[in-house]
């Protein structure tokens, strides 16, 4: 059992390499006006509206066999082209925390940050909140899937425990 990581363990690197919601003023699925949303460009326009049909898609190397994200169309390992294509949705929590702080009134607390580890590739992470879990029961390990949070014309990534698991 490893100790639970403290918030400052989530650092502003985590949170730029991610582009998602790491930011404590943003909060969980019940306060959509809290959350910051992405610019969308040519190279994250899918990842960030895919889940209107309920997948999760990032640009995959053929060459590399490697997804790339942050979302890129040029692979960061080779500078080929990526194409997007669709993830299981499923992953791993690789470490959380448990934010209580109410940075945001609209946000009520406690909720839960999480860097989510998908299962498709070591080190494919990305810094997310999971949600349809309580504090007592999210532990680092944990099998999630995708579940999305719609805002406007963007479905944010966020995850829940996968009962499968
Ligand atoms: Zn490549």
Redesign the pocket.
């Known amino acids: 059992m490893r100790e639970i990581p403290m918030p400052e363990m989530i650092d502003e690197r985590t949170t730029e390499v991610s582009g998602i919601a790491a930011d404590p003023t943003v909060g969980s699925m019940t306060s959509p006006a809290a959350r910051l949303l992405p610019a969308l460009d040519d190279d994250s326009r899918e990842f960030w509206t895919a889940g209107a049909s309920g997948v999760l898609r990032l640009p995959f190397?053929a060459?590399?066999v490697?997804w790339?994200f942050p979302p890129s169309l040029r692979?960061?390992?080779?500078?080929?082209t990526?194409e997007y294509r669709t993830l299981s949705g499923k992953g791993r929590v690789f470490t959380y925390t448990v934010n209580h702080h109410p940075f945001n009134p609209e946000v009520p607390v406690p909720y839960l940050i999480a860097i989510v580890e998908l299962v498709e590739q070591d080190g494919l992470r990305f810094t997310t909140n999971v949600v349809n879990c309580s504090p007592e029961n999210i532990a680092i390990g944990m099998g999630v899937r995708v579940l999305f949070e719609k805002q406007g014309d963007v479905f944010v990534p966020i995850f829940e425990p996968d009962s499968e698991d």
């Open positions: 190397c060459s590399c490697r790339n692979c960061q390992s080779c500078e080929g990526a």
